[in-house]
């Protein structure tokens, strides 16, 4: 069995967005070489996700309402978490709601997906550097 390990590196400018990181996956199972197996994608940041849903606008800005809604940013004086001096508490629960990671097949080379499905990298606490781990196991 063969692995591979590779590191994908985000800035994203706003607080809160997300990225379609599906042709990056893609190019890291071609890199490997690995026809058959299984990729694990996942956030390496706590304020971070990675999920798998419809590339459709509208979708993201009810995700983006529904989140805020969920874990709203403001006021930041009420979680204890930014009691600490920091301000992303919410961006911890959002992540928490989105998912650390994602596992998808690889058959004949490709990543096994249904209709619509697509990789997203999901951010909360923007604006900085964060990573991203594609690790793909098989042969």
């Given at each position: 069995m063969k692995s591979f390990r590779?590191?994908?590196w985000f800035n994203i400018p706003a607080r809160m967005d997300f990225?379609?990181?599906?042709?990056?996956?893609?190019?890291?199972?071609?890199?490997?070489?690995?026809?058959?197996g299984l990729v694990l994608i996942n956030a390496m940041h706590i304020?971070?996700?990675?999920?798998?849903?419809?590339d459709e606008r509208g979708l993201?800005?009810?995700y983006k309402i529904w989140l805020e809604?969920?874990?709203?940013?403001?006021?930041v004086s009420g979680y204890r978490h930014n009691d600490?001096?920091?301000?992303?508490?919410?961006?911890h629960i959002k992540r928490q709601i989105m998912g650390?990671?994602?596992?998808v097949?690889?058959?004949?080379?490709?990543?096994?997906?249904?209709?619509?499905?697509?990789?997203?990298?999901?951010?909360?606490d923007g604006r900085r550097n964060k990573r991203v781990l594609v690790k793909i196991i098989g042969e």
């Open positions: 590779k590191e994908l990225k379609n990181i599906t042709q990056d996956v893609v190019a890291c199972v071609r890199e490997s070489g690995i026809k058959e304020s971070a996700s990675v999920f798998i849903n419809d993201h800005h009810d809604k969920l874990a709203p940013h403001e006021p600490t001096g920091e301000d992303n508490a919410d961006a650390r990671e994602v596992v097949a690889v058959t004949e080379g490709q990543l096994d997906f249904g209709p619509w499905e697509q990789i997203f990298y999901g951010e909360f």
